[in-house]
């Protein structure tokens, strides 16, 4: 039972807008910065953004979170062949004094 | 460009010790937290257990507390993990990640490709 709840499947078709839920706590996302990772099929996980809007170079802006109190989402806009991957949250929790990660969400695209 | 490579995986038998290393390259090591994250097959990702930029402190979770060691030598730009009295669960893909600050609780900036350690006698 991972201490962050994501769904574990989510899908689209080709350019529909998605978007994957992660709620935790006070002691996590209440009050610290929310990571996600992508991770397609037989890799490592990749960065994919992190805090309100802070994309790695190379990132498509079809990427965006937002957070509001304990929960954050990340929604994927024009959605393409190539985003069919793994996604996880990830917060450092204050209670814990270490870091969790979300269940993971498999995305597919239809 | 940053590059983490991990080696020291392989299989071991229940009870049993093993270390993994992680080399770096492609940027100032010595001024960034470090962690150990891993999956087991078919799982998602746990966190393991993360260092600050000078060894000086170190966490880990619950579940490796008191048989996995962090440990880093800032002067090979090697991160370490010592791994005692393994188990079944512990088998999985082992990845070393490198944080964004120096005190390790920002956000995973660049991951390895990781090191499979499988526990089973």
């Known amino acids: 039972q991972s201490v962050l709840t994501q769904p574990p499947s989510a899908s689209g078709t080709p350019g529909q807008r998605v978007t994957i839920s992660c709620s935790g706590s006070?002691?996590?996302?209440?009050?610290?910065?929310v990571s996600w990772y992508q991770q397609l099929p037989g890799t490592a996980p990749k960065l994919l953004i992190y805090s309100s809007h802070q994309r790695p170079s190379g990132v498509p802006d079809r990427f965006s979170v937002s957070k509001s109190g304990t929960s954050a989402s990340l929604a994927i806009s024009g959605l393409q062949s190539e985003d069919e991957a793994d996604y996880y949250c990830?917060?450092?929790?204050?209670?814990?004094?270490?870091?969790?990660f979300g269940g993971g969400t498999k995305l597919t695209v239809l | 460009q940053v590059q983490l490579v991990e080696s020291g995986g392989g299989v071991v038998q229940p009870g049993k010790s093993l270390r993994l290393s992680c080399e770096a390259s492609?940027?100032?090591?010595?001024?960034?937290?470090m962690h150990w994250v891993r999956q087991a097959p078919g799982k998602g990702l746990e966190w393991v257990a993360g260092?600050?930029?000078?060894?000086?402190?170190?966490d880990s979770a619950e579940s490796v507390k008191g048989r996995f060691t962090i440990s880093r030598d800032n002067s090979k730009n090697t991160l370490y993990l010592q791994m005692n009295s393994l188990r079944a669960e512990d088998t999985a893909v082992y990845y070393c990640?490198?944080?964004?600050?120096?005190?390790?609780?920002?956000?995973?900036?660049?991951w390895g490709q990781g090191t499979l350690v499988t526990v089973s006698s």
């Open positions: 260092i600050s930029f000078d060894g000086g402190d170190k």
């Open positions: 006070s002691s996590n996302i209440g009050s610290n910065t």
């Open positions: 990830a917060a450092w929790d204050d209670s814990l004094n270490g870091w969790v």
């Open positions: 990640a490198k944080d964004f600050s120096s005190s390790g609780n920002y956000y995973f900036d660049y």
């Open positions: 492609g940027f100032t090591f010595s001024i960034y937290a």
